[in-house]
Every structure is written in structure tokens, then in C-alpha cells.
């Protein structure tokens, strides 16, 4: 089962964002903690392509795509923005490592880590695609 929805490329899409992705997800077996966690690593990461990946809010989208497979969840991300490979991205390792070092930046991207199961990166022409996996 796969849904798909547009988005303009705002902060302010993020709440229909959010609310898209829980009802696509209130489909599956997923439990509420992991849907929270889903949830909040892509929030993390469409705000960073709005803040940092140069978008136009008033011309550019960006697209959500759902799909839900026998035993994972699949959000797929996909903007206009600048390239930008978060797995190419050194960032904090752990907690003792944050508490450490207290990086300025890359705090979003070990976030994103932490919460999902899993994140593919690619450019396809002029787009990113990001890719979130959930086991449920």
C-alpha cells in the first residue's frame, strides 16, 4: 500500500505533514512510540531542507510518499532543494559525544539517526531523495 502527497516547500506545511504521515501510518501495526519516532526524524529533516537546502517557498514543493511494506514503514522525501547526503555528514556519535563537544550543527542528523531504523540517500536529477525506514 503506497500513498503520495505534495507539499509546498514552508514551515507551515509541516503540521498537514505530520497529520499526513500519522493517518497513512494508523494503517499499519506500527506502535505509537515508533510512529512519534518516525514522525519526528522527518519533521527534523523536511525542516532542514526548508531552512538550509535553498527552496522557494512561494514556487517549490516537495513530496511525501508513504508505503507500507509487511514489516517495515517507508517515508520517502523527496525536494528541489541543494544536494545534501546527511550520511556523508560527520556528526556526533553519541551522547557522551554531544554532551562533549557540543557541536553547532549535525544535532538534527544524529537525531534522525537515533529515531528510524534506517535512511538511503540519492540525488535523481534535480531532486534529493531521502528515504526513511521503520520496522513495525
Known sequence: MTEEKKFPCTLESLEAM???IEAFAKKSSISASSLTELVLAVNEAVTNIMEHGGVDGSKDSYSV???L???ELVVTVRDPGRQYDPNSLRTASSGADIKKRR???GMGVYLIRQLVDGIMYH?????NVLK???NI
Open 65 to 67: 510518499n508513504m508505503e
Open 103 to 105: 557541536p553547532r550543527s
Open 69 to 71: 511494506l509487511p514489516s
Open 123 to 127: 540525488r535523481d536529477s534535480n531532486e
Open 18 to 20: 505530520r497529520d499526513f
Open 132 to 134: 526513511f525506514i521503520k
